[in-house]
């Protein structure tokens, strides 16, 4: 059974999730506040978060951030606010998916469904592998662990995806769309500069030398591609 935690100050909503999210065999908790809703998140494993943007105490932007910082667990935004800038603010902090208020609990569960489909993904497409090494770094696509020089990397789910999709098929060049789309899915066409902003953060955390990655080379004109000369 999945656990799902639900951070939202409108008991009404909290009320329509626990309902739909019990008939559909879910495990729901809630969190009225967010600081609270922080420290439920950083001591419990949830298969899933819902978090709404703006809160008491603590705010979703801020929550979101302390729990990427250490934890993978997939994290849908909810929020009144529909402007394009706080949709990309949703996705740059490493937000999964995002909904704007006034939603329909058809198509929040229907994304619902889909991020935990993706989380539960456990073959990568491409290449019949449990694990990934190259040179110093290795990926357990099972355990969805990886390490650098022995040392354990803490991913984002999305940040993980892009490794492995991109590990698993090393030297194919893939454009941002491409990766928008394989990664992210159709909701969000257009945000190709979202695939930059992880991109990066990927390569700050496995990369010695950002200007010359070893890595994750930048395909100029076309996108990015994982080095396939260093694959064991």
Not at 120 to 125: A, M, N, P, R, T
Not at 155 to 166: A, C, D, G, I
Not at 217 to 231: A, H, P, S
């Amino acid at each position: 059974m999945k656990n799902i935690l639900i951070i939202e100050d409108d008991l009404e909503i909290i009320k329509l999730l626990e309902i739909h999210l019990t008939d559909l065999i879910y495990r729901t908790s809630k969190a009225t506040d967010g600081a609270i809703g922080l420290q439920m998140g950083l001591e419990n494993d949830y298969d899933m978060i819902l978090l709404d943007l703006t809160l008491p105490t603590m705010d979703g932007v801020e929550i979101c951030k302390k729990l990427r910082a250490v934890k993978n667990t997939p994290i849908i935004m909810l929020t009144a606010k529909s402007e394009e800038i706080d949709r990309v603010l949703g996705l740059e902090i490493g937000a999964d998916d995002y909904i704007t208020k006034p939603f329909s609990i058809r198509e929040l569960l229907a994304r619902i469904k889909a991020v935990l489909r993706r989380a539960d993904i456990k073959e990568v497409k491409g290449k019949d592998t449990t694990s990934i090494n190259a040179e110093g770094l290795q990926i357990d696509i099972d355990k969805r662990k990886v390490d650098l020089n022995g040392q354990r990397i803490e991913l984002s789910p999305k940040e993980f995806e892009l490794l492995v999709l991109m590990a698993s098929n090393p030297g194919r060049n893939y454009t941002r769309s491409e990766l928008l789309n394989m990664i992210w899915g159709y909701n969000f066409e257009g945000y190709e500069h979202t695939v930059n902003s992880h991109i990066n953060r990927l390569r700050a955390k496995i990369e010695s030398d950002m200007a010359n990655p070893t890595f994750i080379l930048t395909t100029w004109g076309v996108g990015y591609k994982f080095n396939e000369e260093i694959v064991e």
